[in-house]
């Protein structure tokens, strides 16, 4: 199938173009850490790379924040070494994401969940707004987050494999790993094993988005925007 350079076939010769790309892409990861937020407000167990996080606090002297940092940084090195560009995209991802579920903590709209019911709702919610994050800004074209790209990497060499099943199989190793180092694995955490790649691949049906057909820019897209002023 041939790639996309981003939806819509926009332009990227002029700065207001660009522009609005990168403003479409950080909606689309505001809502996606929105969806990050949901699910910790479900209050039912951690989310599978936590579960990996806490292991390694265990195993180690590092902290959890620290251990959350070596995971990102381990998936950025794999990306890397996978062949993956790095782009605007992937420094939104790391800024939004980062502050944003702070902002949004802070902020707190949503009550904590006391009730599984409750709980389960919350992560499927949160969820379907990780989902509808991702179909936005992935196709601005301006690279992704380092899990987003670990994803997309190892789906392009399993292409005959839908990538919510991609994603299903990483989740399960990397909870995997997280509870043999000794990380808790809760109801939310298995909700979100099996909930992840179904709910993303529903929403990616719509207008038949593949995220593996998409070439992004990377960091030069800034130098021939600007050389054409």
Do not use: C
Not at 78 to 94: N, Y
Not at 126 to 149: E, H
Not at 174 to 187: F, H, P
């Amino acid at each position: 199938m041939a790639t996309m350079k981003y939806e819509d076939d926009r332009s990227t010769s002029s700065l207001s173009a660009l522009v609005r790309r990168l403003i479409v892409a950080a909606f689309g990861l505001f809502i996606f850490t929105f969806g990050i937020y949901v699910t910790l407000r479900a209050n039912i167990g951690v989310g599978p790379w936590d579960v990996l996080s806490m292991g390694i606090e265990k195993q180690t002297v590092f902290s959890f924040g620290e251990s959350a940092l070596i995971v990102s940084a381990t998936i950025l090195i794999l990306d890397l070494l996978l062949k993956e560009k790095i782009g605007p995209g992937t420094v939104l991802d790391v800024i939004i994401t980062g502050k944003g579920v702070d902002l949004f903590l802070a902020w707190d709209p949503l009550p904590l969940q006391t009730t599984i019911y409750g709980g389960v709702a919350f992560i499927l919610l949160g969820l379907t707004l990780m989902a509808i994050g991702q179909r936005i800004y992935m196709p601005q074209a301006l690279g992704m987050g380092p899990r987003d790209l670990l994803m997309v990497a190892l789906g392009k060499r399993v292409r005959n494999i839908p990538i919510g099943l991609v994603l299903t199989v990483i989740l399960g190793l990397v909870i995997l790993s997280g509870w043999l180092l000794g990380g808790s694995v809760g109801l939310g955490t298995l909700v979100s094993l099996i909930a992840a790649g179904p709910i993303m691949q529903m929403i990616f049906a719509i207008k038949r988005f593949e995220p593996r057909n998409v070439s992004h820019d990377t960091f030069a897209v800034f130098k021939r925007v600007l050389a054409k002023r």
